[in-house]
């Protein structure tokens, strides 16, 4: 049978290691701390597409129910888990979940993630927390090439606040600040009649790098007392990370936020070797506000599929094959006791061209069982 586009089957070490990416989550979020949480995998559409959550519903998986509402397959874990904490009790500060996300904007409708969400707790606390979790959890996969990068929204928000621009022009405006796009950026804020704001603007397209940046930013800064706090903070998480051992960290201050619930911190995680990016997060307060609460929160997602691909699955253990029959096969099951920490496997017949260490054929004589490596 046929897949829908964007569906695939998948086998043997691809599957494994997507398997111990998620055992090993779970081994760490588990030390330190977090409760599991689960959502369903079916939602209402408005649960995500409100003016706070702000997700497009035409890049979702959707259908009518039968009493003509809209339901979706989970398109965001962080908005499925906020509404899902409303109604738990605020003594449990952090959560870790598991599962996939569906989205028909995506090269595959299915990503499969693993992330952590930390609410009711100081701002510092619970964003080093979230990049201190990354860490260790990268670690454990033996992942050691990636580079972590920190931004933050109210930069963005700060600098335009002036230009009174439409919801509209600030889409527009943050699409092309996403795209390294000065010509657009300026164009659009000198039409709004401030050529300072303009020059700001473009001269943060370019304000990405190393710590440096920091520095840079933070003395041009020092007479703005918001944005001063801004790099501030950014700088004291990233010496956060350098002191718990990341070798490169890195700034964008012109990183505008993809979704509207992010209101201030953001960071990512790259794989050095291909760009891919690993993980993603950072804070939404905001997003709570359509349920009626104010709640400081933060969290981030791995992308599994990509931890998957950068997880070495050379397989170390011992392969051996037990020839058995319909007679001898209960006595060669019981020979796996004798074999712990090895892959068995029992087969009636051996084909010439196979992958075992080691074969041995069991023979029952006078109600005796042999055995005889082949």
């Given amino acids: 049978m046929f897949l829908p586009a964007g569906s695939i089957d998948e086998t043997g070490q691809t599957v494994d290691a997507r398997s111990q990416a998620y055992e ?16 369903p995998v079916v939602e209402y559409a408005n649960t995500f597409t ?28 962080t908005t499925a888990i906020a509404r899902a904490l409303v109604n738990q009790h605020p003594s449990q500060l952090k959560w870790s ?28 606390l619970g964003e080093g927390e979230c990049l201190l979790t990354a860490i260790h959890y990268l670690k454990e996969l033996n992942i050691s090439s990636y580079l972590i990068e920190l931004g933050h929204t109210a930069i963005f928000d700060e600098l335009t606040f002036p230009l009174q621009l439409t919801s509209e022009e600030v889409d527009q405006l943050r699409e092309a600040m996403h795209d390294k796009r000065r010509d657009v950026v300026y164009s659009i804020v000198i039409n709004k009649g401030s050529k300072q704001i303009a020059d700001e603007l473009t001269s943060l397209v370019d304000a990405f790098g190393s710590f440096d940046i920091i520095e840079k930013y933070e003395d041009k800064w020092k007479n703005n007392r918001k944005l001063l706090e801004i790099i501030q903070h950014i700088k004291q998480l990233a010496l956060l990370l350098k002191d718990s051992g990341v070798d490169e960290v890195s700034v964008d201050l012109g990183r505008v936020k993809n979704l509207p619930y992010y209101c201030g911190t953001m960071f990512r995680g790259y794989i050095k070797g291909n760009g891919a990016t690993c993980f993603s997060g950072g804070r939404y307060d905001k997003l709570y506000e359509q349920f009626d609460e104010s709640i ?6 791995f992308d599994v599929d990509v931890l998957a691909e950068n997880i070495d699955m050379n397989e170390t253990n011992q392969k051996i094959c037990i020839v058995a029959s319909e007679e001898t096969h209960a006595y060669a099951e019981s020979m796996r006791q004798s074999y712990p920490n090895v892959i068995v496997d029992i087969r009636y017949n051996l084909p010439e061209v196979h992958q075992f260490d080691k074969v041995l054929e069991i023979k029952k ?4 069982y042999k055995v005889v490596e082949k």
């Fill in 365 to 368: 004589e006078n109600n005796d």
């Fill in 296 to 301: 400081s929160a933060v969290g981030l997602a």
């Fill in 50 to 77: 409100n003016e706070i959550a702000g997700m497009k519903l035409q890049n979702m998986l959707k259908w009518f129910n039968r009493e003509g509402e809209i339901e979706v397959l989970r398109p965001d874990w």
């Fill in 97 to 124: 979940y598991q599962g996939s996300v569906f989205r028909s904007d995506k090269d595959g409708i299915e990503s499969r993630q693993a992330g952590i969400e930390i609410v009711h707790t100081p701002v510092f």
């Fill in 24 to 39: 090993v989550f779970r081994n760490v979020t588990t030390q330190r701390n977090y409760k599991q949480i689960s959502t």
